[in-house]
Each structure stands twice: as C-alpha cells, then as structure tokens.
C-alpha cells in the first residue's frame, strides 16, 4: 500500500483553513493509504514558542485531528519530537544538501523577513528536516499545499541525490497529493491574503475552538463588496472576498462553486451570510464539542501520541538502519549488561 506522511505545526489556533486545507483531506487519504499524522513540534521551535503554550496546543492539534474523524488506531497519530530518528535523519540530509537549494527557499526570505541575519539555523534548514519526515518512512506521497510545493520538490532532489551518491536505490521520488478548489481559504477580512494563525485579527479567520456564536459573529462581519452574488462563477472575477465565502459554503456544503452560484444567484450578501453561517456551525460545532471533550483529559491525548510515536519509531528503525550502513556508519553495538 502507499504510505502518506503529512503534518501540522502546533502554533496558534487552528482554524477553518487548516481544516478544509488539510484535515478534512487527511481524514478521506486514510481510507486510501497508510498515514502517519504528525503534529511537528520541531518544526515549530524554529521561531520562539512559550514551553507550556507549545505543549497544550500540541495537545489540541491532536484533539483536533481526531474530533475531525482521523483514527489513532487506524493511522499512526504521534509527535515528531517523540521519534529522535528525525533529527538524526535530517542531519544526514543537511550534508546531502546543497546551501543554493536552501537559498532558493521563498518561504524562508518571506518568514525572516528583513530580520535574516537574525532567523535561527532550524529556520534555514527546516526544508531538510521535512525531507526527513517524509522519507524516514519512505512515505510514496505526500498531500501539500501551494506553499510547501517547493519544499517538496527539495524532499525529491535530496532522496535523488542521496540515492545518485551512494549508487542505491534507498529512497523513494515521493509524489505530491494537491487537492482542488477550496484548499485556499482566505482572510475573511482580506481576500487576497490566506487565513492565517498569525494574523492579529481574530476577525480574519474561524478557529476551530470558536463558539456557535463567534462563527456567526466573524461571517456576518466578515469583509464583501456590494454587489449580489453572480448566477456563475465568472463573475466572481475582481472579487476575492465574495469568491472566498462562496468557496467556503461550497467547501462546507461539499458542492460545487457552480451549484452555489445558481442557487443563490441575485441574493445580497447579507442573506447569504445567514446560510453560510448554517452551515458552518453545522459543520464545526460537533467537531469543536468533541475537541473540548478530549482536551480535557491529557493524559488520553499523551497516550495516543506516545503510542503513535512507538509506532512510528519501529516503522522509522530499519530505515534508519540502512541508512546508516548506506553512509558508512559503524552499526549499533548492544549494550553490555
């Protein structure tokens, strides 16, 4: 069977664009593939994060995933820091690659900003260390968005080249998953920007933790222009605010952005807002009551994801292995009793 790796950071409030961009996805692929759900805390300490705050949104990532309808016991559902093979693999991988590929990287001028001299080395490198996720279990495809295709297609040039230099056969080519329409949700105050965990406006994105009543609030404020909606999707052109909450009632709907168009065509915004707001409470508030339910007992949640993390770890051991040999690592000795 092909094996799917995907993960999430565990920074900010997850929010309606992680779900209908990623999770709702993951949960479909598990009937399809084998997966490993990873919540990548590594990747989040390369920006500064709060200890404690970094371990409770570890929890509620996890929480997240599973209220969506991801199955623990199905796929392996775990932490990436609670697997060490990671970071042994991803320095492996920091000799394979090349410093202009990682120059190359746009995600890491546009996270550094003017500040880069000052961005840490994991910020740099964090590319290698994705590759490393994905090839530790030599995973066939990975679901992505449009902003981690490059880093992508960096996993691919490091398992070709690691594979060239050694003259094996050891990684595979791992093949993208991009899902269609509705993968981008944008700002619900801005529709030309995604929504974003890091945006100072709350207003701007539904988090997954929101009430029934703050949905409805954040929709019916959200930004419009004021016209009515269009009879087809072609008249959406120039229009990002409506074409986003007519791409998110037709994400939630699981229905076209035609079939919205039509049966909504001439209405005012105001009017459709109500039933986008329908749907979306819907949609989230079974899924958030259940998030709350298993945030409220830890203990549950740090069992799953050290069961998982086991999991993962025997899977990642003979890759690990191999690897090793491949390199010219002296095997493990046991230990002495």
């Known amino acids: 069977m092909n094996r799917i790796f995907s993960g999430i950071q565990p920074t900010g409030h997850l929010h309606l664009g992680n779900y209908l961009g990623a999770i709702r996805n993951w949960v479909k692929l598990q009937e399809e593939f084998e997966c490993l759900f990873c919540v990548v805390d590594m990747h989040a300490i390369t920006v500064w994060q709060e200890p404690a705050e970094l371990v409770t949104n570890t929890r509620r990532i996890a929480a997240a995933m599973i209220a969506a309808g991801i ?5 392996v559902v775990f932490h990436q820091s609670g697997v060490p093979g990671h970071a042994q693999l991803a320095w492996i991988f920091n000799c394979v690659a090349r410093l202009g590929w990682l120059n190359r990287m746009t995600q890491f001028k546009e996270k550094a900003g003017k500040n880069r001299e000052n961005a840490s080395v994991g910020l740099y490198a964090y590319p290698n260390l994705m590759a490393a996720d994905i090839l530790l279990y030599k995973a066939t495809h990975v679901p992505v968005g449009e902003d981690q295709k490059q880093h992508l297609e960096l996993a691919r040039d490091i398992a070709q080249k690691f594979n060239n230099d050694y003259g094996v056969h050891c990684f595979p080519i791992v093949e993208p998953l991009i899902f269609g329409p509705a993968t981008r949700v944008m700002s619900l105050r801005d529709g030309k920007a995604k929504m974003s965990k890091s945006d100072p406006s709350d207003y701007s994105r539904i988090n997954l933790t929101d009430d029934a009543e703050a949905i409805r609030l954040k929709i019916r404020k959200a930004r419009t222009d004021p016209e009515p909606l269009p009879e087809a999707p072609d008249g959406l052109e120039a229009r990002p605010e409506a074409a986003n909450l007519i791409g998110i009632y037709a994400a939630l709907a699981d229905i076209t952005v035609e079939d919205v168009c039509a049966r ?13 707001a329908q749907v979306a409470v819907a949609t989230l508030a079974p899924m958030t009551a259940e998030m709350r339910r298993l945030e409220a007992d830890p203990a549950h ?7 998982g993390a086991e ?7 003979p890759v690990l292995r191999e690897v090793h040999q491949i390199v010219g690592f002296l095997p493990p000795q046991p230990t002495s009793a």
């Not at 199955?71 to 796929?75: A, H, M, Q, Y």
């Open 71 to 75: 199955d623990p016991e199905r796929n």
């Open 311 to 317: 999991r993962a770890a025997t899977l990642a051991e």
């Open 301 to 307: 949640i740090d069992a799953i994801l050290n069961r």
């Open 264 to 276: 909504f065509a001439g209405q005012p915004f105001s009017r459709f807002k109500d039933e986008l």
